[in-house]
């Protein structure tokens, strides 16, 4: 009995210390809860109206909800702080801490980095191209670019291979290249070079810039990005002919720029939340494109009265060979040329697989849905 009082006694005992490590526990976990989390300003290059906003919003939320409330990020749209084109500059010297982006924006500083998303197509699509900068040596390629070569004080990541660009908005349905000669087009990066060689005066704006030049006949045609961004920014209502499918920009995918001593200021596991949050991004963006784009795309056709064709073949040639007269001079910069040579080796092999290996998804559809196409 008294051997059974003891141990009862030192279980009350044992209970009372452990009680009061819960409390103290429960106490202490406030204190946790209640620290500040680690405050991102995030510029975008996109107008607060753009799906483009809503898809950086999908990231936001991602880090956020990952994080445990660790992370916040503060989104703003271009021009809050900076302009559209001046993001990188501003993520470098520390003005913003992060930005959504697109490397094309910054081709400027070195046509190279076109080669991150608006490049020559050697048959392999934006989401085939993702997947030669983690498995093709794209991204030590891309470090090589923005740290050792530029010098800049920036972390970055890409996600979201984009459907590719469509031609853009015409007054006039373009059925031959010839129709590109003198014509006034915007569009931005490697692209310019591109149709310049083919004969157009090239004009390079940010997107909310575009129907406003459209309207002052600055230009004659343009191309930004998918039905959703152009239908939203007034495309519809100063042209009339869209053009789907283009070399110009088919493999384009966003850029997530942070601030280097920023980013590697973090602790690790934060710095694993944003990089791979960019991952989980990639995938709701595209379920998001497809969703939105298409639903959009009928509207321009059934709502707007929007002419929308398919660009023919001959243009698409003219494009090739235009790619094939501007690669020579710019592959004579030795870091240019490797990175387009580790693409195209990269196409070569991976393309390969994917076209003897896909069914042919058109003949299914006209199966199914005869007369559509």
């Known amino acids: 009995m008294n051997s059974n009082k003891l141990s009862r006694r030192r279980f009350l005992k044992g209970s009372t210390v452990a009680g009061g490590a ?22 975008s290059s996109w107008p607060a109206s753009d799906v483009f906003q809503e898809m950086a919003q999908q990231y936001v939320e991602r880090v956020q909800e990952m994080s445990g409330g660790r992370i916040k990020i503060d989104l703003l749209p271009a021009g809050a702080v900076v302009g559209a084109f001046q ?9 913003i801490d992060a930005a959504h982006t697109v490397p094309v924006y910054w081709y400027g500083k070195n046509k190279a980095a076109s080669l991150f998303g608006t490049g020559p197509v050697f048959g392999a699509d934006a989401n085939q191209m993702i997947a030669w ?11 090589e670019l923005t740290q050792d070569i530029l010098g800049l004080n920036v972390v970055g990541f890409l996600s ?3 459907p590719a660009q469509p031609l853009g908005w015409f007054k006039n349905e373009i059925t031959d290249a010839n129709q590109l000669q003198g014509l006034k087009y915007r569009t931005v990066g490697l692209a310019a ?3 310049q060689a083919m004969g ?49 920009q088919a493999s384009e995918s966003f850029e997530y720029i942070f601030n280097r001593d920023k980013f590697e200021s973090l602790p690790p596991d934060l710095q694993a939340i944003l990089k791979y949050g960019v991952e989980a991004a990639h995938l ?22 929007v002419n929308v064709k398919r660009t023919p073949d001959e243009v698409l040639e003219a494009q090739l060979a235009a790619w094939d007269k501007i690669l ?31 069914p042919d998804y058109e003949l299914a559809y006209r199966h199914y849905f005869p007369g559509k196409i």
């Open 133 to 143: 900068l983690y498995h093709g040596g794209g991204y030590e390629f891309y470090r």
């Open 193 to 195: 070079d591109l149709f």
């Open 87 to 95: 993001v990188q500059d501003a993520c470098h010297d520390g003005t």
């Open 200 to 248: 157009a005066s090239v004009a390079q704006l940010p997107g909310g810039e575009i129907v406003p030049a459209m309207e002052r006949g600055v230009i004659d045609g343009f191309e930004f990005n998918n039905p959703t961004s152009d239908m939203r920014f007034g495309a519809q209502d100063v042209a009339k002919n869209y053009m789907l499918s283009s070399y110009h």
């Open 22 to 43: 819960a409390v103290a526990s429960g106490l202490a976990a406030p204190a946790v809860l209640a620290q500040a989390p680690v405050t991102l300003k995030m510029q």
């Open 160 to 162: 979201f291979g984009m």
């Open 328 to 358: 020579p001079p710019l592959m004579e910069d030795p870091f240019f040329a490797k990175v387009v040579e580790s693409q195209k080796a990269w196409s070569e092999r991976v393309v390969y697989y994917s076209l003897q290996n896909a």
């Open 284 to 305: 709701a963006n595209y379920a998001l494109a497809m969703n939105q784009y298409s639903a959009d795309l009928q509207k321009l056709a059934t709502e707007a009265g």
